[in-house]
Nanobody
C-alpha cells in the first residue's frame, strides 16, 4: 500500500505556469509507472502524462509541448510542470502509481485556469 499526496493547485491566469508535486510514501522506483490524470466537471477522467520506471514518458495530445512530467527519487516525488495554461486545463488533477496490476490514486488537487 502507498499513500500519494498532490499539492500545488489553485487559481491561475491563462498563459501562466504551475507545478504540481506528488509525494509518495515509498520509493517511487518501486512502481512500474507513475502518472497524472485529470477530470473536469461533467467529463470522464483522462490521461495527462505518465512515466515508467525506465523514464519513458507518454503525454496526451492536448498537453504535448506544454506539460512535462519529471521525478526526484531522493524526495519520492513526481512533478507535473504545466506551462501556457488554458481554460480547458481546468480540472481536478490526480497522481497515480502502479505496480503490475495494483493501482493507487491520490486525493487530487484542483487547478482552475481563469482570468
Amino acid at each position: 500500500q502507498v499513500q500519494l499526496a498532490e499539492s500545488g493547485g489553485g487559481l491561475v491566469q491563462p498563459g501562466r505556469p504551475l507545478r504540481l508535486p506528488c509525494v509518495a510514501s515509498r520509493n517511487i522506483f518501486d512502481f512500474n509507472s507513475m502518472g497524472w490524470y485529470r477530470q473536469a466537471p461533467g467529463k470522464q477522467r483522462e490521461l495527462v502524462a505518465t512515466m515508467n520506471v525506465g523514464g519513458v514518458t507518454n503525454y496526451a495530445d492536448s498537453v504535448k509541448g506544454r506539460f512535462t512530467i519529471s521525478r526526484d527519487g531522493a524526495k519520492n516525488t513526481v512533478f507535473l510542470q504545466m506551462r501556457t495554461l488554458k481554460a480547458e486545463d481546468t480540472a481536478t488533477y490526480y497522481c497515480d502509481a502502479r505496480i503490475l496490476r495494483y493501482e493507487q490514486w491520490g486525493p487530487g488537487t484542483q487547478v482552475t485556469v481563469s482570468s
